[in-house]
């Protein structure tokens, strides 16, 4: 199942059923799991392991050093779960080690073309990552997360789950879960309830989320205020736990 103009290293780890395509370029330390397609003309090096069920496309760079000045060669990592589509001229950098060492992409993600995943990013499950997304290292992308074509993601920002960013979005600040997001910079627009529906969400759980959005932005509360707000909410409701929880890290400040 691999094309006889590829190069594959001998120390590479290559499950049964894994198909790779002509011109490709496995190296030394690549693991990827069973039924995985590479498609042709891709370079997967670095320390990087790739689950089952995974669809690359043509011309992606997986695992390659982290656009890192700090760099020094160190053997961080790339992570790749399972059934995740990744689509043309996407590249994935690996970790560094002053962060956790590895960039992570979980299951089930689909990521269209152009996307960039910068060293060190946590992606969930889940998402949709659209044409030309380009996020910075560092990055949090919770489960469920949809991001618009063009969006830009900086540094250190944490996205919440459920939450949704339009095309085009400059995102400077951490987005809280379920919350939708439009613009240069970032400003908020309701919850992502069609979203959160269509995830089997019930009917009184969309309703509280929507009235934890108003507690947060548009009641005038200070952040506190809010937190402790809904902090009393989510003992009644629990899906509003999660934005409890993400509000009462610090951060680089929320989308407000």
């Not at 320390?47 to 982290?66: A, V, W, Y």
């Not at 299951?107 to 996307?115: K, Q, S």
Request: hydrophobic share 40%; with cysteine; aromatic share 6%.
């Amino acid at each position: 199942m691999i094309h006889p103009s590829a190069i594959v290293h001998p120390g590479a780890c290559i499950a049964e059923g894994v198909e790779i395509g002509p011109f490709s370029v496995i190296g030394e330390h690549v693991e990827i799991g069973a039924c995985t397609t590479v498609g042709p003309h891709v370079v997967i090096t670095g320390h990087t392991r790739i689950g089952r069920d995974n669809r690359i496309f043509q011309f992606c760079s997986l695992g390659e050093m982290p656009q890192d000045k700090k760099y020094r060669g160190e053997p961080t990592r790339l992570e790749i779960g399972d059934r995740n589509t990744i689509r043309e001229y996407c590249n994935f950098n690996t970790g560094t080690v002053q962060d956790a060492g590895v960039t992570r992409i979980g299951d089930d993600n689909w990521v269209m073309a152009n996307v960039h995943i910068g060293h060190d990013c946590q992606v969930g499950n889940q998402t949709i990552l659209a044409n030309n997304v380009t996020i910075a290292g560092h990055v949090s992308v919770g489960d469920w997360v949809i991001l618009g074509g063009m969006t830009a993601v900086h540094q250190f920002v944490r996205i919440g789950a459920h939450s949704m960013c339009g095309g085009g979005t400059i995102l400077l600040q951490d987005l809280p879960p379920y919350v939708m997001a439009s613009g240069n910079p970032a400003a908020t627009h309701g919850t992502n309830s069609e979203g959160l529906r269509r995830r089997g969400f019930a009917p009184e759980a969309v309703t509280a989320i929507k009235r934890a959005y108003k507690i947060l932005y548009r009641n005038g509360n200070t952040l506190e205020e809010a937190r402790i707000q809904l902090a009393e909410l989510a003992q009644s409701v629990k899906e509003v736990q999660p934005m409890v929880d993400f509000i009462s890290v610090a951060g680089r400040g929320i989308v407000r």
